[in-house]
């Protein structure tokens, strides 16, 4: 006798968990997905690099044997990776999750892949390399007057002191003809908007949205907690031995590497390693950059319209918040 078919159980939507660096968001992740019987899935620009362990305060292997954690450690240090990437892959990660009946959380502090996995990609053109290397050799404020020129309105909002977007934004200028400014206009369409547009899309993996109103989580700290606990992470950095964590992964090409040289911490050990400043004022100087991050994190976050602000409290164990979040997903 046959057996009746069964209904598929529904998937659990996502839960994403962000914040700024050091804010406390993975040990969080973790535990609700320990008790959820959930997955990870790392929603940070740099853990996706083999090598860059320390710096970027990679899940330990004891937190990964506790609950399996998705991408990271799947890229090299001679390879590049974007916001596309990490929203098709996402995506198609996510969808595993669900068809083993398990919970998905998304968990970084990666703004734009955060947005890229819940609005899509714009149509923007892939990077052309002989383009690219043109660019990344002209000096800085040579793009910014470029930029300034023919993108005003880029010019205004991008962060000026970062090349790796500039260099992107002219990249795209040049390539297309038209504004930078007019094609990253769609980030702010809403989910369904970006869902209507998504369907034209030929890669709809990469370019849909999640169902709408997902589970998005924002924590936050009042600034001296938060520079405190930066402060102690930082040391406890350079006590792990960041400093030779750095000198091998330049003979691996951690210089040639613009995104990965975008981690702070490396940069500026790279600096010290070049004898342009002592091992004390480095780390000072990671310490300063890192909460200069934190703030710009914050400030991303705080334009999204579509999640919800948690304040952690110094006294207040995560258990506690933990506690909360599980009360409202099995209520």
């Known amino acids: 006798m046959a057996k009746p078919d069964l209904p598929s ?20 992740a973790l535990r609700l997905a320990e008790q959820l019987g959930g997955e990870i899935v790392s929603a940070d620009s740099m853990q996706v690099y083999r090598g860059l362990d320390i710096g ?17 450690d799947i890229r090299n240090l001679s390879e590049s990776f974007d916001a596309a990437q990490f929203a098709r892959l996402a995506h198609r990660t996510v969808a595993e999750i669900q068809s083993r009946g398990r919970v998905p959380v998304l968990c970084g502090g990666t703004g734009l892949y955060f947005r ?27 793009l910014l007057a470029e930029l300034r020129e023919r993108d005003p309105a880029a010019y205004e909002k991008i962060d000026r002191k970062n090349p790796r977007r500039v260099v992107r934004a002219i990249e795209v200028i040049r390539l297309t003809g038209q504004p930078f400014s007019t094609q990253q206009s769609r980030w702010g369409e809403t989910p369904g908007e970006s869902e209507a547009r998504s369907s034209r899309c030929d890669d709809r993996t990469a370019q849909r949205a999640v169902p709408a109103n997902p589970n998005f989580f924002c924590f936050v700290r009042q600034p001296e907690d938060l520079h405190a606990r930066i402060n102690t992470r930082v040391d406890t950095m350079f006590r792990r031995g960041l400093v030779e964590e750095t000198r091998e992964l330049l003979k691996h090409g951690l210089a040639e590497n613009k995104t990965a040289m975008q981690a702070i911490g490396y940069r500026q050990v790279v600096e010290h390693l070049k004898g342009e400043r002592s091992l004390k004022e480095t780390i000072e100087l990671v310490k300063i950059r890192t909460r200069q991050f934190a703030k710009r994190q914050l ?3 705080r334009r999204q319209k579509n999640l919800e602000w948690i304040e952690l409290k110094p006294e207040g164990p995560l258990e506690e918040i933990t506690a909360d979040l599980l009360r409202r997903f099995q209520e």
């Open 116 to 142: 890229a996995f819940l609005e899509g990609v714009g149509e923007a053109p892939p990077a052309d390399p002989g383009l690219r290397a043109e660019l990344e050799a002209a000096p800085l404020e040579q």
């Open 56 to 72: 970027t305060a990679k899940p330990a292997p004891d937190d990964r044997a506790r609950v399996p954690h998705h991408l990271i």
């Open 9 to 28: 159980p529904i998937p659990h939507l996502p839960i994403l968990i962000a914040g700024p660096t050091a804010i406390g968001k993975s040990e969080i």
């Open 299 to 301: 400030t991303w976050f």
